[in-house]
């Protein structure tokens, strides 16, 4: 099956044509394709492992990386489950958000519609192409994607599969569409397609959204990059805040809403901070400190100005001490990423503060950051996590890919 | 005052500081504040005249731009009680949309908080200088202003009477600051503030937004192209079409929700279109037509392939007759800038399938395009009509200038 001729006006009428069609099928209609997807993926089992070891033997890569693009059966049996489970989410796009009419007479229905044209630019988790198909499609999107060049036969048989399922279905294969130029002019060209393109979402490490957020000009939804604060209160109950730190950090270093930065009071470092080097130890984390942590802690790694920006996914923590909630604040504001941010403290006054001056997608009281996730939230699966203030913040589910039309209904009414 | 030295980074930090103290504000407070701006700006009549007095003589400009330009006591009153309304209305950040408990029993607020820091790039109009003022602040949002040259010294006079209300009242005055650096090397610079600005509004003809969305890397809400088509239906009744069709085209032919496409079915044609024309050109419109128009009616002036994508705002209407209701909805999918759009039909299935199938921020049955306006739909003074459908879609009131925040409380919560 040929996918397409990297032809981007011509891929994005196409997938505009799509989408209109698309945004005309029922959800009983969506939630059946969708399945048949998922049972057409299974069978095609074989052929995707094929195409996955192309890519690895093509690939002289590191063990983790490695271990993002591998494809078994039981990874192939997850994502066909992952379109089930979309299948199984309310319908987006099935949604009158309200209703009134006005002065005129004119009843005015604010509903659900899809946004029209998603764009994905990824990098080498094949996974992302069917979860972003799968949640695309049952939003009535057509998407257009452009994985990592590393995926690319894994990704062909994965799409492939998807549109064979779209074709045999009657319904337009356009619909998803993958971009099989791996070139950076082709993806320059990509994020600047702002006559198809409704909105352009990256989904990887922090360079690639940079390199997105600072190039393109189609709408983008900046997802993902978490580095995330705990702040210990003066107030705070300690061994809460160890609990907290040490599942904030360790419970799964590798994701975004993990912690990676602790600020603690100066009234309570004394007697917190040790105990919580020793916790965070224990479970083979690398404790770095300014130099008023290493006053109290004198083995921990010296912390560098650069350690407050960045995000190190990994089992590593930079504890730094503070002189007030309002220093605590203003440091999180200039170094965060607008992600999720915890205090544990037991003030009303400190909490409601934090709260309301953490500039932050989500600022909790005494709970660990790692709550920050579509299904914790109870949205079902996620796009992502939005790091943005414009059109959704946060946890995205299936919602965030709708955008409202209003549809107003007179018997001649004519403006005075 | 010296209002800035037209250092972006510095104005974006001194915006992005202004608006965390915007965001404590009660809406009292800013009631307050803003009513003084008005009282304020009335007071400084006479020095805002003679800067305005300053831009009309250094501008040899058509009338049509002098007549926008141009302020009197009682634009500066307008403007004023543009400020009071602003008051009026209630606090969008006064609100918590929607509030649970998850599964872990953590309470889970999703509150409206403001965007932080907008731009708006405009023309001439200075009056859009103090309604945007206005309508950020109600919000709790800073603003960066860039005006057209030729209003700059009205545009500074009006800011200076601002930022004076605002010291006077103890805030810090970068929450309203004007670029005086009229270049466009500066203005590039602005579209690219991602460090800083939340949002870029352009607010002007389309020349003006298509370049801010063609360059901005910032995100954009796109505002005010209106290609708006009537189509009229094989089962219209043609008095109501003749009405709705003089309305939407002459009731205020220079604002974006006017018509200026008109689309007939070929089985009224013969009975509409004449008098449809005549009714036009009573009201002085010029009407161009395709060649089954001129065969109707042959002294209309020949529409070309560029009056079909054309945005006229002016006593101009082209005329087309289709064959179905697929090939409206198709040339309007088609040409259309997404704003307004009205079927006029007495058929229910004719109404549904045009409402779902044509792509647009408000699509009508059976009424005027003219009632896209934030008054109209009840939502107040608005900082435009998104033609987009990121963020915001159709009129925009004051939520249009806010995002959300989850605030979330636990009682020590880890994840399992």
């Known amino acids: 099956?040929?996918?397409n001729k990297n032809d981007l006006n011509a891929m994005g009428q196409a997938a505009k044509n799509a989408a209109y069609s698309l945004a005309l099928l029922s959800t009983d209609q969506k939630n059946i394709v969708l399945r048949q997807m998922a049972d057409d993926l299974v069978a095609a089992t074989p052929?995707?492992?094929?195409?996955?070891?192309?890519d690895l033997l093509g690939n002289l890569v590191a063990a983790k990386f490695v271990d993002r693009l591998r494809l078994t059966p039981e990874r192939i049996a997850d994502m066909a489950q992952g379109l089930r489970d979309v299948a199984a989410l309310a319908d987006p796009t099935a949604k009158i958000d309200r209703g009134w009419v006005n002065d005129a007479g004119l009843q005015i229905l604010q509903k659900r519609v899809p946004l029209g044209v998603v764009g994905m630019i990824f990098e080498a988790r094949p996974n992302v192409t069917v979860d972003a198909s799968g949640l695309c499609f049952k939003s009535g999107n057509a998407v257009i994607l452009r994985g990592g060049k590393e995926a690319m036969h894994s990704n062909i048989a994965l799409v492939t599969v998807l549109?064979?399922?779209?074709?045999?279905a009657g319904?337009?294969?356009?619909?998803i569409q993958l971009i099989t130029d791996p070139s950076h002019e082709l993806a320059a060209q990509f994020m600047h397609l702002t006559a198809y393109l409704d909105v352009l979402i990256p989904r990887g490490g922090a360079g690639l959204i940079n390199a997105v957020v600072q190039q393109a000009t189609v709408p983008v939804i900046e997802t993902g990059a978490g580095n995330c604060h705990i702040y210990v209160d003066a107030h705070a109950e300690l061994p809460m805040a160890i609990d907290i730190t040490v599942n904030a950090k360790v419970q799964r270093p590798s994701v975004c809403n993990a912690a990676e930065k602790l600020l603690v009071h100066k009234d309570v470092a004394a007697e917190f901070v040790p105990a919580l080097v020793t916790a965070l130890r224990a479970h083979?984390?690398?404790?770095?400190?300014?130099?008023?942590?290493?006053?109290?802690?004198?083995?921990?790694?010296?912390?560098?100005?650069?350690?407050?920006?960045?995000?190190?996914?990994?089992?590593?923590?930079a504890v730094k001490i503070v002189d007030s909630e309002d220093d605590?604040?203003?440091?999180?504001?200039?170094?965060?990423?607008?992600?999720?941010?915890?205090?544990?403290?037991?003030?009303?006054?400190?909490?409601?503060?934090?709260?309301?001056?953490?500039?932050?997608?989500?600022?909790?009281?005494?709970?660990?950051?790692?709550?920050?996730?579509?299904?914790?939230?109870?949205?079902?699966?996620?796009?992502?996590i939005s790091t943005q203030k414009l059109h959704a913040r946060g946890p995205m589910g299936l919602t965030a890919l709708t955008t409202i039309k209003y549809e107003i209904t007179g018997n001649g009414q004519v403006r005075q």
Request: glycine share 6%.
């Open 328 to 384: 605590a604040i203003a440091h999180i504001n200039a170094h965060n990423t607008k992600h999720s941010e915890t205090i544990v403290t037991n003030s009303i006054a400190a909490g409601q503060r934090f709260q309301q001056r953490v500039d932050a997608a989500c600022v909790y009281v005494n709970a660990s950051t790692r709550f920050t996730d579509g299904m914790e939230f109870g949205f079902g699966a996620e796009i992502g």
């Open 47 to 54: 052929t995707i492992i094929a195409a996955n070891q192309e």
């Open 163 to 168: 549109r064979a399922t779209l074709k045999t």
């Open 1 to 3: 099956m040929v996918i």
């Open 284 to 317: 083979g984390v690398e404790v770095r400190g300014d130099d008023r942590v290493a006053a109290l802690v004198p083995d921990v790694v010296a912390a560098t100005a650069a350690d407050w920006d960045t995000e190190y996914n990994d089992l590593i923590m």
């Open 171 to 175: 319904l337009p294969v356009a619909a």
